[in-house]
């Protein structure tokens, strides 16, 4: 690895929160830093931002407040660990809650920060494939692109358009997640 290579790590956190929860890892005791520091090793790391829908705390609804509670404590977590918090939406249809303008956001930041020539490399920890053509962009820019991805739920639009893959396990997961006693 070069150690002068510059590296921008962009987390979809709701993909990523949905990846651990499907793991059995609590993403309020997951060691995001550790996680992204895992991948970024010996390079100049140049900034982390997180992506994820804000949920709105509803008046008489227990469920949106527990939600916002616990999501306003993984947004401190997260600052504490140097991240720059991107919210977007949530939007509940009945009891359905779905996150809504994040990809766009990541997409528009990612293609963003290779034209400003923020980064040489990418690191985008994500398995949507909705987020290929701001990466096939990206690489067409002259920038690498390398892809956090989940092993159960590969992104194969993903795989095709990058420069390096790293298919995660659970067991790679629970690297950083603190010892049981």
Same mark, same amino acid.
Request: positive net charge; proline residues 2%; hydrophobic residues 30%.
């Given at each position: 690895m !070069?150690?002068?290579e #510059?590296?921008?790590?962009?987390?979809?956190?709701g *993909?990523?929160? $949905?990846n651990?929860?499907?793991? *059995?890892?609590?993403s309020? &005791?997951?060691?995001f830093?550790?996680?992204?520091?895992?991948?970024? +090793?010996? #390079?100049k790391?140049?900034g982390?931002?997180y992506?994820?829908? %804000?949920?709105?705390p509803?008046? +008489?609804?227990? &469920?949106? %407040? *527990?939600l916002h509670k $616990? %999501?306003q404590i993984?947004?401190?977590?997260?600052k504490?660990?140097?991240?720059y918090?991107? #919210?977007? $939406?949530?939007r509940q249809?009945?009891?359905?809650?779905?996150? &809504?303008?994040v990809?766009v956001?990541?997409g528009?930041d990612l293609?963003e920060?290779a034209?400003?020539? #923020?980064y !040489?490399?990418a690191?985008?920890i994500?398995?949507d494939g909705?987020l290929?053509?701001?990466?096939e962009?990206?690489?067409?820019?002259?920038?690498?692109?390398?892809i956090v991805?989940?092993? $159960?739920?590969?992104?194969?639009?993903?795989?095709?358009?990058? *420069?390096?893959?790293?298919s995660?396990?659970?067991s !790679?997961?629970d690297?950083f997640?603190?010892e049981q006693?």
């Open positions: !070069d150690k002068k #510059r590296v921008y790590v962009y987390i979809d956190g *993909n990523l929160y $949905h651990l929860k499907q793991t *059995n890892c609590s309020m &005791k997951f060691d830093k550790k996680f992204v520091e895992s991948f970024v +090793g010996e #390079r790391l140049e982390v931002r992506y994820i829908g %804000q949920i709105k509803i008046d +008489g609804d227990k &469920k949106s %407040q *527990n $616990h %999501q993984l947004f401190e977590k997260l504490k660990a140097g991240f918090v991107v #919210r977007g $939406h949530i249809i009945g009891k359905i809650f779905t996150e &809504k303008g990809d956001r990541i528009i293609v920060g034209y400003e020539d #923020r !040489d490399r690191i985008l994500s398995s909705d290929a053509p701001a990466v962009m990206v690489t067409r820019k002259g920038k690498k692109v390398e991805g989940f092993e $159960h739920k590969p992104s194969y639009s993903l795989i095709q358009k990058t *420069n390096t893959y790293h995660v396990k659970k !790679d997961l690297k997640m603190p006693t």
